[in-house]
């Protein structure tokens, strides 16, 4: 089976409301980084974690290793939120294992 | 800021001839990566590499071989390309030193016909 499930695998939010995206593990994950690949294809690098969470503007995502998953909050979503978001998994050994992906479409 | 950079960046190939999609970092990386990507399976792990003149399989190697003839450079070789390596191919690298974050490079879209 997949050894990391995203949820939901699409969304669509209203401009300016909240949502929050999850990344479960069934493999002993030490750390995950959260990517945005936007519309023209670009992987961009959201946020790498340790156990524990980070905040970067609108962004806050968590990690907790012991009930293995990790999740990204977007707050006051805006037009440019729009892509798909992917988290990756490492279980120590620098191989990281991705989910498939949240497609999220911000509506105005 | 950190660079990684892959060419082609789209390339037309027949089955059964060979591909060579090229990866250059200026991160002073340790690690580099070949990724797949195919729509619904995000991103898989074709090859990397920890070392220059050394590579490791990674979870979908078979038709892949790799080469790391420098710190600096990775490559990826179909050598003889099917229809079923149509995708996106990315690349990227980390460091332990650097925080173990992943920088990847714009993609190279395969086509076999």
Redesign the interface.
């Known amino acids: 089976g997949d050894k ?1 499930k995203q949820s939901p695998s699409a969304l669509s939010l209203q401009e300016g409301t909240n949502s929050a995206l999850r990344c479960n593990f069934s493999i002993a994950a030490t ?1 995950v ?1 959260w ?1 945005l690949q936007n519309p023209r ?3 961009i ?1 959201l946020f ?1 974690l340790v156990p524990g969470t980070k905040e970067n503007g609108r962004l806050k995502s968590a990690f907790d290793s012991k009930e293995s998953y990790s999740t990204l909050h977007i707050r006051d979503a805006q037009l440019e939120d729009s892509g798909t978001y ?1 988290c ?1 998994a ?1 279980t120590g050994y ?8 949240t497609s999220l479409t911000v509506i105005p | 800021e950190a660079a990684v950079t892959q060419s082609p960046r789209s390339k037309v190939a027949v089955t059964g001839g060979k591909v060579t999609l090229s990866c250059h970092q200026t991160n002073n990386h340790d ?1 580099m ?1 070949w ?1 797949r990507q195919d729509t ?6 074709i090859h ?1 590499s ?1 070392v220059a003149d050394s590579t490791e399989k ?1 979870d979908i190697p078979d038709g892949y071989k790799a080469s790391r003839p420098s710190q600096e450079n990775f490559s990826l070789i179909l050598e003889l390309a099917s229809l079923s390596q149509t995708a ?1 191919y ?1 690349c990227a690298s ?1 460091d ?1 030193n650097s ?6 490079g ?2 190279s879209r395969l086509i076999v016909v």
């Not at chain 1, 620098?94 to 992906?101: A, E, I, L, M, T």
């Not at chain 2, 619904?40 to 792990?45: A, D, E, Q, S, Y």
């Open positions: 990391v750390t980084q990517f294809g670009s992987l690098n790498y992917f990756a490492d620098q191989n990281f294992y991705f989910g498939k992906g | 690690y990566y990724y619904g399976h995000g991103l898989r792990l990397y920890y990674g996106v990315f980390s332990r925080g173990n974050t992943l920088y990847f714009e993609g």
